[in-house]
């Protein structure tokens, strides 16, 4: 099976912190996502990366960066923690296997308090 | 772009009934995917069915199928015979054919089974 971990699933920090949400996955995966869950807002995309070093910004990349230096790791970084980025983070993983039915895979999701 | 629509916030069934969660979608493209994953409480999002649109025949999944309407950029999730364990936030997402990786969720309906 496949398995998506992420670092924390309840992290509490303080405004100006900067915060690193760590997602790893055991496939062998090329792509990764970070996605950020709001009550009412379903799924919102932040970034991707279908490779090593590479990333696309989503539809909501402010205030967040990304890094991801090997294959089965994918970092979410909020440079300056602001009490508007409070919300449940979400990584997925999907295999580069050229067909487009091809499930994403999420992990259990990091639910962020910045206060 | 595209956008998807779950009109229902919230519906209810009682055990061993049928239950019809809708989806609409909006796009200008004639080839794409459609998913419904399932986001159980506090466990792990999971995929629930998939559908190419290019396929007339509606996928099933043992207790779940779906009511794809092309025309009228409708995709329906039918849970039949609930159980207390189909209980979860349920959401609709939307793929384009060749190359995107982007994924676009709707905002969810919550499922709650009552014995």
């Known amino acids: 099976d496949v398995k998506v971990t992420q670092s924390s699933r309840y992290l509490v920090k303080r405004t100006g912190e900067k915060v690193f949400l760590e997602c790893v996955q055991d496939?062998?995966?090329?792509?990764m996502f970070w996605y950020r869950q709001d009550p009412g807002l379903g799924l919102r995309l932040i970034y991707f990366s279908y490779d090593v070093k590479m990333k696309e910004k989503g539809d909501i990349p402010e205030g967040y960066s990304v890094s991801r230096e090997k294959k089965e790791r994918f970092s979410l970084i909020l440079e300056s923690a602001s009490t508007n980025q409070t919300s449940m983070y979400l990584c997925?993983?999907?295999?580069?296997?050229?067909?487009?039915?091809?499930?994403?895979?999420f992990g259990p999701g990091t639910r962020l308090t910045v206060t | 772009a595209q956008t998807v629509t779950q009109s229902q916030p919230e519906m209810s069934v009682q055990e061993a009934e049928t239950v019809t969660l809708s989806c609409t979608y909006d796009t200008s493209e004639s080839d794409y995917y459609l998913f419904w994953y399932k986001q159980p409480p506090s466990r792990q999002m999971i995929l629930v069915i998939r559908?190419?649109?290019?396929?007339?025949q509606n996928a099933t999944e043992n207790r779940f199928s779906v009511n794809f309407q092309k025309a009228a950029k409708s995709f329906s999730l039918k849970i039949s015979d609930s159980q207390l364990g189909d209980a979860a936030m349920y959401f609709c997402?939307?793929?384009?054919?060749?190359?995107?990786?982007?994924?676009?969720f709707g905002k969810g309906t919550k499922l709650t089974v009552n014995p």
């Open positions: 559908q190419e649109a290019y396929k007339q």
């Open positions: 997925a993983s999907r295999p580069w296997s050229g067909t487009d039915l091809d499930e994403q895979y």
């Open positions: 496939m062998d995966h090329e792509n």
């Open positions: 997402a939307y793929r384009s054919r060749g190359g995107s990786e982007k994924l676009v």
